[in-house]
């Protein structure tokens, strides 16, 4: 992604390839001047000069690699001859394509390869190609990527309010907490293959990025205070463990309930997704306004779960460190007032 920011529309290094195509040229530009690079160099000419689009597009006139600073600022060499391992495993053909492959996977650095003939321009990094798209193609594949991600929303709030009624009626199971973290994680992926875009898109991004923001508005939130309402922590097994296990289903994996379903660590030796289970009143609390997240985890700690804190009186409320009375009338007003729209949301 950090290579891919590097040669996106709007950067001084994406104009001056840019004007290299339209020139007609091709160019093999590598965006480091370690010594790891230097080994590898033979001839050329050393330059230490600033980086400018129309220097960089006057050097690609000459048949050599262009080496620039590791933050594209300044011209070091130009002209250069590189000298890779040539045992290195290559699967492209071209000559300037074949190198630059081959100096990505032997050294950590981007490696931008502009192609005369097809009008393509390649970023390598270690083993992975990238071939950069063109502006309009990477708009229409975001545009319809937002529509996909608008859909998947609407489901995801028609089953996070479900569950939210659910909990307020104590009738929540497994397989309701289950199709909320599913209904998340698939947001979420989809939202990274945007994010991708956009990083791809540069300037030109700015409408896609305002609009993925808007619409992943409190998701990643309530990813986590789901999974904070019923995952069982063990000693070897907390949050993030939790979190990083459903980050890393493959598709197939993620659309297994029970495998869904085991990264709550329930106890018992198979998930069962009819089981009745209890959220201990994160996600919901965490709608009260103004209510910190110290506080939350205060009233978690001194009554266990949702039904509990529901039942508890102000005076209740007002024992727990941090609350006070203000505080816990606001709290049993909001709890009252969420619960009273959950259900009617539900059964309307």
């Known amino acids: 992604m950090d290579a891919l920011a590097a040669v996106a529309p709007g950067t001084p290094l994406r104009e001056g390839i840019d004007r290299i195509l339209q020139a007609n040229k091709g160019a093999l530009i590598v965006v480091g001047d370690g010594p790891e690079v230097l080994n590898i160099c ?41 000298v890779p391992n040539p045992n290195v495993p290559t699967s492209e053909t071209g000559t300037r394509h074949r190198t630059a492959e081959r100096v990505a996977r032997s050294i950590d650095v981007p490696v931008v390869s502009v192609s005369e003939d097809m009008s393509i321009i390649a970023v390598y990094v270690g083993d992975e190609k990238h071939p950069l798209e063109t502006i ?29 009624a659910l909990e307020v009626e104590d009738l929540v199971t497994v397989r309701d907490v289950v199709n909320v973290l599913q209904r998340t994680e698939m947001v979420r992926r989809i939202a990274d293959e945007i994010a991708g875009d956009i990083v791809q898109l540069g300037v030109d991004g700015r409408l896609v990025s305002l609009q993925l923001e808007e619409l992943m508005g409190g998701v990643e939130d309530d990813r986590r205070l789901v999974m904070l309402d019923y995952f069982t922590p063990e000693t070897e097994w907390d949050l993030d463990h939790a979190m990083g296990a459903l980050a890393g289903m493959g598709t197939e994996e993620l659309l297994d309930s029970t495998a869904v379903g085991s990264t709550l660590q329930i106890p018992g030796t198979q998930v069962d997704l009819d089981a009745s289970v209890q959220p201990r009143g994160y996600r919901l609390l965490s709608r009260i306004p103004r209510l910190p997240e110290g506080v939350i985890d205060s009233i978690v700690a001194r009554f266990g779960s949702l039904q509990k804190i529901m039942r508890a009186t102000i005076d209740d409320l007002d024992e727990v460190t941090g609350v006070g009375e203000t505080r816990a009338r606001a709290i049993k007003d909001g709890l009252s007032r969420l619960a009273e729209s959950s259900i009617l949301d539900r059964y309307s």
Do not use: W
Not at 50 to 61: C, D, Y
Not at 64 to 82: C, P, Q, T
Not at 136 to 164: K, M
């Open 136 to 164: 309009p193609r990477l708009l229409v594949r975001a545009n319809q990527a937002l529509q996909t991600l608008e859909r998947y929303r609407d489901r995801l709030d028609g089953v996070t309010a479900s569950l939210s």
């Open 42 to 82: 033979s001839g050329g000419f050393l330059l230490d000069a600033a980086f400018s689009p129309q220097r960089m597009s006057e050097l690609a006139k000459m048949d050599g690699a262009i080496i620039l600073a590791s933050d594209a600022s300044r011209i070091a060499r130009a002209n250069v001859h590189l």
